[in-house]
């Protein structure tokens, strides 16, 4: 019974690792880190770390705006359908907008681009 619910916990920790992209940024070796944002280091204050993003990603004022209007059309498109999304595939869609919108705003990097592919993954094959 222990094992069991061991098991189901770590089922739930494995689309955690898909999204944070962990495991597939370590797979690839073409990966350059040079253009990858680092991890906010312990000591960096909260200012400090968005001033460290901000070049990365590019204004959260400009990102928001774009991330709002990819998700109006998804909003849109989600309720003029006769069988709505599931969830899943819904919510999918709206992490898909987000990153589509820091690429779209900011610096295209390779970590985008492996995070939509794992939320486009997870949106066809939930786990």
């Given at each position: 019974?222990?094992?069991?619910?061991?098991?189901?916990a770590q089922k739930i920790k494995q689309p955690l690792a898909v999204l944070g992209g962990e495991s597939l940024r370590k797979e690839n070796p073409l990966r350059d880190s040079s253009t990858a944002p680092s991890a906010p280091s312990s000591q960096l204050s909260v200012s400090d770390t968005?001033?460290?993003?901000?070049?990365v990603y590019g204004s959260f004022r400009?990102?928001?705006r774009v991330a709002v209007s990819l998700l109006?059309?998804?909003n849109a498109e989600q309720k003029a359908r006769t069988v709505p999304?599931?969830?899943?595939?819904?919510n999918a869609l709206v992490m898909i907008a987000e990153k589509m919108s820091r690429i779209l705003v900011g610096k295209?990097?390779?970590?985008?681009w492996i995070d939509i592919a794992g939320y486009a993954e997870l949106g066809r094959n939930p786990r």
């Open positions: 019974m222990v094992q069991a619910k061991r098991a189901d968005l001033d460290q993003r901000g070049p400009e990102n928001s109006e059309v998804i999304l599931p969830d899943y595939e819904y295209s990097h390779e970590d985008n």
